[in-house]
């Protein structure tokens, strides 16, 4: 579970983040709209502890987050836009260094699995990473998201580049790991993929979480209209 309580960031005199009240519980998908320097990675940059707040608190799974601090961290998987991978490696290599790294060993066949999972075809699996297109890449930092046993991912323009039957396959994907009770936090501008996949959507603007949505109260034409109309 994550939880911001009043969560504020500020840089001098500029409010970047706003007294943030939000709870993403176990299994939902929160997606977070706005326009550029809405506040949306600094809300995902709080929960990681790569930056501290001014005011306020970040919690995940009730412990707070706190910079240099690796308890949160443990927990907690992180989606860049560009997910960082050794190139000159294959998805099997970079799997089992990171998962190493978290302090899991896993046999051949447990990290094929996992590669599987996330639907990367077999024949991808002792490739360089090099040859990789985006979408893959992607799958390859979310088996190691599965492997690490996070089981609170934050993801930050996850479907940006992405084509649309790889958008399609990241949607199937992050549904399936809120049916296994992944906590997820999208920061994202991508509307349909936000109503496509959001348990829940909030809408973000100047810092503030001025709109917050269940995916049962709005769908996807709903949501680009108080989108403008808040953006405007
Ligand atoms: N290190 C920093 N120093 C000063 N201001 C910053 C810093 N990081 C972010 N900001 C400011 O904080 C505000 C929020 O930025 P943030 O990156 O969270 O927005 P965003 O919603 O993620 O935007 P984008 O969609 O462009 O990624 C912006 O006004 C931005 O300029």
Redesign the pocket.
């Known amino acids: 579970m994550l939880q911001a309580i009043n969560l504020t960031?500020k840089?001098?005199n500029?409010i970047?983040?706003d007294s943030l009240n939000l709870t993403v519980n176990k299994g939902d998908v929160f997606c977070l709209l706005?326009?550029?320097?809405?506040?949306?990675?600094?809300?995902i940059?709080l929960f990681l502890g790569f930056i501290s707040p001014s005011k306020g608190k970040a919690l995940i799974n009730g412990v707070l987050v706190q910079q240099n601090d690796k308890t949160t961290k443990k927990s907690l998987a992180y989606i860049p836009e560009v997910v960082m991978l050794y190139s000159n490696l294959t998805s099997i290599e970079n799997l089992d260094f990171f998962s190493r790294l978290a302090g899991f060993t896993y046999s051949k066949e447990e990290l094929e699995n996992f590669l599987l999972s996330v639907g990367l075809p077999n024949e991808a699996f002792y490739k360089r990473l090099g040859q990789y297109s985006k979408g893959m890449r992607q799958k390859v930092g979310i088996a190691i998201a599965i492997a690490k046993n996070a089981d609170v991912l934050l993801m930050?323009?996850p479907t940006s580049g992405l084509d649309p039957m790889a958008i399609n396959e990241f949607t199937e994907l992050v549904k399936d790991l809120s049916n296994q009770g992944k906590t997820t936090l999208i920061?994202t501008?991508d509307l349909l993929s936000a109503a496509a996949i959001g348990t829940r959507v909030g809408i973000?603007r100047r810092?503030c979480l001025v709109h917050e949505f269940s995916n049962t109260d709005i769908n996807a034409n709903e949501l680009q209209e108080v989108y403008l109309e808040t953006i405007l």
Not at 34 to 43: L, M, P, Y
């Open positions: 960031k840089y001098h500029h970047a983040l706005g326009q550029n320097g809405a506040g949306k990675t600094t809300t940059n930050d323009e920061a501008h973000m810092g």
